[in-house]
Each structure stands twice: as structure tokens, then as C-alpha cells.
């Protein structure tokens, strides 16, 4: 589980660089999509810590409840 979140994270990282790149070239709208994935990608990696790793499973690209 940890790999999955430290990978999860990982790709958070990018799209946020993404972002920061985007917004100096002016292209907001795009670096926007790219915060969006950032923040998504964020929320999945913090859910087993607020919501239990035992009750949380990676699968695929997104964390299910089980």
C-alpha cells in the first residue's frame, strides 16, 4: 500500500509542476486541469491515513472501501 501511495504522490508532484510551468507560459487553462489532477491525486494518497489503511485498498487508480 505504501508504494501505491508514494507513487500516487509522486505523480501529484508532477502534475503540480506541470501547473507551475503552465501558469508561467500563460496557459492558465491548462495549468488548471493540471491542479485539478494534483489535487485529486493528493486526496487518494491522504484517504487511508484519515480513513484507516485497513479499510482502504488501491485498485487500479483509485483507493475503494472494502
Do not use: W
Not at 15 to 26: L, Q, T, Y
Not at 42 to 58: N, W
Amino acid at each position: 500500500m505504501h508504494e501505491k501511495i508514494a507513487l500516487t504522490l509522486r505523480r501529484a508532484e508532477i502534475f503540480k509542476r506541470d501547473a507551475e510551468i503552465d501558469f508561467s507560459n500563460g496557459d492558465f487553462d491548462i495549468c488548471m486541469f493540471h491542479l485539478e489532477q494534483a489535487t485529486q491525486l493528493m486526496i487518494k494518497a491522504k484517504l487511508p491515513e484519515v480513513k484507516g489503511a485497513r479499510y482502504l485498498r488501491f485498485i487500479g487508480a483509485d483507493f475503494v472501501e472494502v
